[in-house]
């Protein structure tokens, strides 16, 4: 009964391809998002979506297109992936902006 | 440009000691603070809150101290257990503005037995 879970937990692909991270909340939070924690170990906002709509999107490469079907899943999918995006990506929810973010345990995805 | 910013990467420290950690943050609109502790290969785990109204906030071995005019905020953890080695990051949103929580760099904590 893990509360924000994401799949697959090992992603290694190679250049160009296309593939996607599913994330699902069984919290009843109103919000999602996607963190990238890249080499240096920051972790940063991607996309936010608060009841299935796109409220945050952290100028980022439009090969990144996340997809909210309904409030307790985001999907990230991700085209023609490039070296750079090798990253562990964290989905995460929400409450509201006054609760603390919920964390999946990630998805590491290497780039060949 | 970080506006949370965690300026220790690695600190050590005996157990039953008390282990201090520090955050700076730039934006004076951040209204709202968390303290996340990671383990390897897991996701970030919520710890503790704080709110700009208090400058305090205790939850069993885990305080947070906000000093807004500093624009600094802190976790004591004591006593220091070994199972609390892992890193630790701050983040910072405003309550008023988007979704947005800022994180610092992290800092590895190990506590030595």
């Known amino acids: 009964d893990t509360a924000v879970s994401q799949t697959p937990k090992y992603l290694v692909t190679q250049m160009g391809n296309d593939k996607s991270i599913k994330c699902e909340q069984n919290?009843?939070?109103?919000?999602m998002y996607w963190y990238k924690q890249d080499s240096k170990k920051f972790l940063k906002i991607m996309f936010s979506?608060?009841?299935?709509?796109?409220?945050i999107n952290e100028t980022v490469p439009n090969r990144f297109s996340p997809k909210s079907p309904d409030k307790a899943h985001l999907n990230l999918h991700i085209n023609s992936l490039e070296l750079g995006d090798s990253a562990v990506y964290f989905c995460?929810?929400?409450?509201?902006?006054?609760?603390?973010?919920?964390f999946g345990n990630g998805t590491r995805l290497t780039v060949t | 440009d970080q506006q949370v910013k965690q300026n220790s990467p690695s600190l050590s420290v005996q157990e039953g000691r008390i282990s201090i950690l520090n955050c700076d943050y730039t934006?004076?609109?951040?209204?709202?603070f968390l303290w996340y502790k990671k383990y390897p290969a897991e996701g970030p785990t919520f710890l503790i809150s704080?709110?700009?109204?208090?400058d305090k906030n205790e939850d069993g071995r885990f305080t947070v101290f906000l000093n807004k005019s500093a624009k600094h905020l802190s976790l004591h953890i004591v006593p220091s257990q070994p199972g609390d080695s892992a890193v630790y990051f701050c983040?910072?949103?405003?309550?008023?503005?988007?979704?947005?929580?800022?994180f610092g760099t992290g800092t590895r904590l190990k506590v030595l037995a």
């Open positions: 995460a929810s929400s409450q509201d902006n006054n609760s603390p973010l919920h």
């Open positions: 919290l009843g939070h109103d919000t």
């Open positions: 979506y608060n009841n299935k709509e796109l409220i």
């Open positions: 934006n004076s609109m951040f209204d709202y």
């Open positions: 704080i709110s700009s109204i208090k």
């Open positions: 983040a910072a949103s405003t309550t008023s503005g988007t979704y947005k929580y800022i």
